[in-house]
């Protein structure tokens, strides 16, 4: 078994939990820098670290020259587990599960996100054990809430802005490495090449008319008068009032229709219809 191997599964064994009201995170939290220190010496001996917004950590690790500098993040917090017991393999064991190629390691964080803080740090030490300098400076970024809010992340954000620090990359966690993501595609790595965010969507839908419902909301009765073939109709209930088509109320069976063509009340006449009628439907993707 690998050294490197089994420095991953020891990073796993710490619930490093960053949720409000999580026990135990701030002990995690330090048992599993502790590890990091013991683990990479030469990152901790070589390299500028420094704690930022309590628990956050940045090493600087200084270019030959002034050339741009780089930023490889990834965060140290995991997702809570509720309840261990639906776990093939307990959550924080980091077990070691079958062999050869089909082995795998199971534990929270795994994938999300301590693989890529381990590879990141796994890298640097051997390129400071070979004597190698980067071109820049090349920042290591490992912000310790990502799972709930990134106030790290940010902080340190502000800080190298603060500093004049402008990079020309930053690498972050990304997708895994999938079997047949698309059709003729064996294991592909999924590379996101933009940050998460929020973006508003309006969609607009245009239909000539709509089908009048064939049952009354209130008591599921018929319809003794559907509306005309010119009128115009809205089947969804409604809280204020139609002009078009009556109005909806909510009474104590349910919905209950007045001046509407429904449930035994005659629609009142209406002139033709001039033309499509649009349904509008806002939506917000996150």
Same mark, same amino acid.
């Given at each position: 078994?690998?050294?490197?191997?089994?420095?991953? $599964? =020891?990073?796993?064994?710490?619930?490093?939990?960053?949720?409000?009201?999580?026990?135990?995170?701030? =002990?995690?939290? *330090?048992?599993?820098?502790?590890?990091?220190?013991?683990?990479?010496?030469?990152?901790? =001996?070589?390299?500028?670290?420094?704690?930022?917004?309590? %628990?956050?950590? #940045?090493?600087?690790?200084?270019?030959?020259? *002034?050339?741009?500098? +780089?930023?490889?993040?990834?965060?140290?917090?995991?997702?809570?587990?509720?309840? &261990?017991?639906?776990?093939?393999?307990?959550?924080?064991?980091?077990?070691?599960?079958?062999?050869?190629?089909?082995?795998?390691?199971?534990?929270?964080?795994? #994938?999300?996100?301590?693989?890529?803080?381990?590879?990141?740090?796994?890298?640097?030490? +051997?390129?400071?054990?070979?004597?190698? /300098? !980067?071109?820049?400076?090349?920042?290591?970024?490992?912000?310790?809430? =990502?799972?709930?809010?990134? /106030?790290?992340?940010? *902080?340190?954000?502000?800080?190298?802005?603060?500093?004049?620090?402008?990079?020309? #990359?930053?690498?972050?966690?990304?997708?895994?490495?999938?079997?047949?993501?698309? !059709?003729?595609?064996?294991?592909?790595?999924?590379?996101?090449?933009?940050?998460?965010?929020?973006?508003?969507?309006?969609?607009?839908?245009? /239909?000539?008319?709509?089908?009048?419902?064939? $049952?009354?909301?209130?008591?599921?009765?018929?319809?003794?008068?559907?509306?005309?073939?010119?009128?115009? /109709?809205?089947? %969804?209930?409604?809280?204020?009032?139609? &002009?078009?088509?009556?109005?909806?109320?909510?009474?104590?069976?349910?919905?209950?229709? +007045?001046?509407?063509?429904?449930?035994?009340?005659?629609?009142?006449?209406?002139?033709?219809?001039?033309?499509?009628?649009?349904?509008?439907?806002?939506?917000?993707?996150?």
């Amino acid at each position: 078994m690998s050294d490197a191997l089994e420095r991953f $599964r =020891e990073l796993l064994r710490f619930p490093t939990y960053s949720h409000d009201g999580a026990s135990g995170g701030a =002990e995690a939290s *330090a048992g599993f820098q502790a590890a990091l220190e013991r683990s990479f010496p030469l990152v901790h =001996e070589r390299l500028e670290r420094e704690l930022v917004a309590g %628990r956050s950590l #940045l090493f600087r690790w200084p270019g030959a020259d *002034a050339a741009a500098a +780089s930023v490889l993040m990834a965060h140290q917090d995991v997702v809570t587990v509720d309840d &261990p017991d639906r776990w093939t393999h307990p959550p924080f064991d980091a077990a070691l599960v079958g062999e050869g190629e089909e082995a795998a390691v199971w534990a929270r964080g795994a #994938l999300d996100d301590k693989a890529a803080l381990a590879a990141i740090l796994e890298a640097v030490e +051997s390129r400071l054990a070979a004597g190698f /300098t !980067p071109r820049g400076d090349v920042y290591l970024a490992f912000g310790h809430d =990502e799972e709930s809010g990134g /106030t790290g992340a940010d *902080a340190i954000v502000t800080l190298l802005a603060d500093r004049g620090v402008r990079p020309w #990359l930053v690498i972050d966690e990304g997708g895994a490495v999938m079997d047949a993501l698309l !059709p003729g595609l064996g294991p592909t790595a999924v590379v996101g090449v933009t940050e998460k965010g929020m973006m508003n969507v309006e969609l607009v839908v245009e /239909t000539p008319g709509v089908t009048p419902p064939s $049952r009354c909301p209130a008591d599921r009765r018929p319809c003794s008068h559907a509306p005309s073939s010119g009128s115009r /109709t809205n089947p %969804r209930p409604r809280t204020s009032s139609n &002009p078009r088509s009556g109005s909806w109320r909510r009474s104590g069976r349910g919905w209950a229709a +007045s001046a509407a063509g429904c449930c035994g009340t005659r629609a009142p006449s209406a002139a033709p219809s001039r033309g499509p009628s649009p349904e509008r439907v806002r939506s917000s993707r996150r």
